[in-house]
Nanobody
Framework: QVQLVESGGGLVQAGDSLILSCAAS????????ISWFYQTPGKEREFVAAHTWGSGSVYYAYYTDSVKGRFTISRDNAKNTVYLRMNSLKPEDTAVYFC????????????????????WGQGTQVTVSS
């Protein structure tokens, strides 16, 4: 069982930065893919970024096109935490952000489907004003 707790959301202005954190329980954290999704009212959750493992204990990061160059996903295994640094925020980034975990690795668009993720956090609201 893995429990995920997001934090770091808030109200910011366009152009500002935020760092979201996803703290996970469980001793096998390092072998989980941890991803971020966002959801706006009336819409399905959409993929933002994934931090996944590969052979030789190498980690890989994948991003949806709309956040490439602005968002960075990273992991601290010692703290069982994954971070999403969000720079140059835009009003269209406004959403509830969720982190999700799966013991499966993924690659590229293979990380996008929410159906493969077993564990989800409760979400944290990010609001970007213009």
């Amino acid at each position: 069982q893995v429990q995920l707790v997001e934090s770091g959301g808030g109200l910011v202005q366009a152009g500002d930065s935020l760092i979201l954190s996803c703290a996970a329980s469980g001793r096998t954290f390092r072998s989980y893919t941890i991803s971020w999704f966002y959801q706006t009212p009336g819409k399905e959750r959409e993929f933002v970024a994934a931090h996944t493992w590969g052979s030789g204990s190498v980690y890989y990061a994948y991003y949806t096109d709309s956040v490439k160059g602005r968002f960075t996903i990273s992991r601290d295994n010692a703290k069982n935490t994954v971070y999403l640094r969000m720079n140059s925020l835009k009003p269209e980034d406004t959403a509830v952000y969720f982190c999700a975990a799966t013991p499966r690795s993924c690659s590229g668009s293979g990380c996008y489907s929410g159906n493969q993720y077993i564990y989800w956090g409760q979400g944290t609201q990010v609001t970007v004003s213009s």
